[in-house]
T-cell receptor, first 115, second 114 residues
Framework: AQSVTQLGSHVSVSEGALVLLRCNYS??????LFWYVQYPNQGLQLLLK??????LVKGINGFEAEFKKSETSFHLTKPSAHMSDAAEYFC?????????????FGKGTLLTVNP | NAGVTQTPKFRVLKTGQSMTLLCAQD?????MYWYRQDPGMGLRLIHY???????AKGEVPDGYNVSRLKKQNFLLGLESAAPSQTSVYFC?????????????FGNGTRLTVT
C-alpha cells in the first residue's frame, strides 16, 4: 500500500520568503514521487518528479525537492516566494514503476503569498 | 496546440438526470484518465483508458461509465446523477503509463447535483 501526507493544508508566506511545503509518503517499494501545481480555475501541471538517481530534483519556476529515503519525505522548497506562486500544490506517489494508474495524490497544500 | 480540452466547464444537474462530459486531447497520447477532485480529498481516479477502444476502472468507478471510441476523445457518463457526485472533474492524458510519464490535465468541469 502507498499513501501521501501533506503537512499543512494552508501555508502563508511573505513575498521573498522561503517556501517549504512538506510531503511524507509510505511505500513498500522504491517510489516515484511528484509535485503538481494547480493555479486557480486550472488543471494540475507537473512541477517536478523523482524517479531514480539524484535525490535533489529541480523543477520549473525555481522549485526543487529532495528525496530523503530515511525520512520518507519529499519536501518542496523555493528560496524566494513570488506572488505568482500562489496556488495549490499536490504531492503524489506511485510505487508501481511510476504507473499513472497507481498514482496516489495528497490532499493538497494551498500556498498564499502576501505582499 | 490546445492540449487537453474539457466540455462543458460548468453544469448543474438534478438528481436522477444524466449527462456526458467530453475530453479531447490533441497530443496523440495513448493514455487517458478521469479524476474527481473534492475539497480536502486530493484527486481520485475514476476510470482510465490505455488506448482506443479500451477502458478500465480506477479507485472510485461506481456511478460512472466511460467510452474511448476515438484515440483523442474520452467520455465520462453519469447515468443517474446523485448529490454525492457533486465535484470538479478533471481529464488527463499521458504519453506513457509508466516511468513517471507526466499527466497533462484539462481545466476541469465543475458539476453540481441538486
Amino acid at each position: 500500500a502507498q499513501s501521501v501526507t501533506q503537512l499543512g493544508s494552508h501555508v502563508s508566506v511573505s513575498e521573498g520568503a522561503l517556501v517549504l511545503l512538506r510531503c511524507n509518503y509510505s511505500s513498500s517499494v522504491p517510489p516515484y514521487l511528484f509535485w503538481y501545481v494547480q493555479y486557480p480555475n486550472q488543471g494540475l501541471q507537473l512541477l517536478l518528479k523523482y524517479t531514480t538517481g539524484a535525490t535533489l530534483v529541480k523543477g520549473i519556476n525555481g522549485f526543487e525537492a529532495e528525496f530523503k529515503k530515511s525520512e520518507t519525505s519529499f519536501h518542496l522548497t523555493k528560496p524566494s516566494a513570488h506572488m505568482s506562486d500562489a496556488a495549490e500544490y499536490f504531492c503524489a506517489v506511485s510505487n508501481s514503476g511510476g504507473s499513472n494508474y497507481k498514482l496516489t495524490f495528497g490532499k493538497g497544500t494551498l500556498l498564499t503569498v502576501n505582499p | 496546440n490546445a492540449g487537453v480540452t474539457q466540455t462543458p466547464k460548468f453544469r448543474v444537474l438534478k438528481t436522477g438526470q444524466s449527462m456526458t462530459l467530453l475530453c479531447a486531447q490533441d497530443m496523440n497520447h495513448e493514455y487517458m484518465y478521469w479524476y474527481r477532485q473534492d475539497p480536502g480529498m486530493g484527486l481520485r481516479l475514476i476510470h482510465y483508458s490505455v488506448g482506443e477502444g479500451t477502458t478500465a476502472k480506477g479507485e472510485v468507478p461506481d456511478g460512472y461509465n466511460v467510452s474511448r471510441l476515438k484515440k483523442q476523445n474520452f467520455l465520462l457518463g453519469l447515468e443517474s446523477a446523485a448529490p454525492s457526485q457533486t465535484s470538479v472533474y478533471f481529464c488527463a492524458s499521458s504519453y506513457y503509463s509508466q516511468g513517471g510519464s507526466p499527466l497533462h490535465f484539462g481545466n476541469g468541469t465543475r458539476l453540481t447535483v441538486t
